[in-house]
């Protein structure tokens, strides 16, 4: 099989997704309140971008004076534009997330989806398992292939439906857009999805840190059901009975890395994950981390 590697656990995923060393990084700290992590080198360079920055010995912060959501925005806009002339990051993505004290707050400023990562911000956005029941009891999962221009873990399998939260739109908005753009599916089915809870996890990258919060869906879907991709990004969609799944996501680095989570997390709420596991309680535990 390609991409298997043997000996493998599904907890070993988990491992990956939460490796980082903080002491490479200094916080990001905005009205008193972290709001990132920057990579000390990146962090010393960038009051020569704008003078907007102050560097401290224990933290990057802003100038008092850059005191209002537009200021802090255009601050991090100059560094967003030094981050590709560095070579951080090869261009920006004109696709705009908020920065959050935490979840449920206002906006304290905006960022290039590019500059995300970089800034160590926290990132929200949003998973949908579309899944079918078979008649014999057992359930199917719809599995897209990601497209070979992506970015991200080209080629690799994917949800049926997953993008970034970005600003300005509701998470309800956003998932009648991202289900639009993904899978061709309409308003009225994709209301159908069930709120099923939320995973966190914070990655160490070669650009910097990822505490990633992803929001979780589930969608029952009719046996005649056929996604239809529409923006380009998924390559094909197949429909993979759900142990055929486990076995790949336990044996395989063939799913894209954040996907891994989101299917173990679908398998325990399932019941196909049971606690006779013996990697049941650190995979439930794991799934869910604060920092």
């Known amino acids: 099989m390609p991409g298997y590697i043997a000996g493998m656990s599904f907890l070993r995923h988990i491992r990956a997704c939460n490796a980082y060393d903080f002491s490479a990084f200094r ?13 000390h080198a990146l962090a010393e360079e960038l009051p020569a971008v704008d003078p907007g920055f102050v560097v401290l010995p224990d933290r990057l912060t802003l100038a008092p004076e850059v005191g209002d959501f ?10 967003a534009e030094y981050l590709v002339e560095r070579g951080t990051v090869p261009k920006l993505r004109n696709e705009f ?16 989806r590019a500059a995300v990562t970089p ?4 990132a929200y956005g949003l998973h949908v398992n579309g899944f079918v029941r078979r008649p014999d009891g057992g359930i199917d999962l719809w599995v897209g292939r990601r497209a070979q221009d992506r970015t991200v873990a080209p080629g690799q399998l994917d949800n049926l439906i997953a993008g970034g939260q970005p600003i300005g739109l509701t998470l309800a908005e956003n998932l009648v857009k991202e289900a639009h753009e993904e899978a061709g599916i309409g308003p009225e089915l994709i209301a159908r999805a069930v709120p099923v809870g939320a995973i966190s996890y914070l990655m160490e990258s070669s650009v ?5 919060t992803l929001f979780l869906y589930d969608l029952e879907l009719g046996p005649d059901f056929e996604p ?26 063939r799913w894209k890395f954040n996907v891994n989570l989101v ?3 679908f398998m ?3 019941g196909f994950l049971t606690p006779e596991h013996p990697e049941y309680l650190d995979l439930v535990m794991g799934l869910r981390r604060v920092w």
């Open 228 to 253: 239809r991709n529409t923006d380009g990004e998924v390559e094909e969609y197949t429909r993979w009975p759900l142990e055929e799944v486990a076995l790949s996501v336990r044996t395989t680095d």
């Open 263 to 265: 299917i173990i997390d």
């Open 208 to 212: 910097g840190l990822k505490p990633d």
């Open 119 to 122: 800034f160590g911000v926290t």
């Open 70 to 79: 537009e200021a802090r925005s255009a601050v991090l806009a100059h560094a």
């Open 268 to 270: 325990i709420r399932h």
């Open 27 to 39: 916080p990001f700290v905005v009205d008193g309140v972290r709001v990132g992590w920057v990579h």
């Open 97 to 112: 997330y908020p920065v959050l004290p935490k979840w449920g707050d206002e906006p304290l400023m905006r960022i290039d």
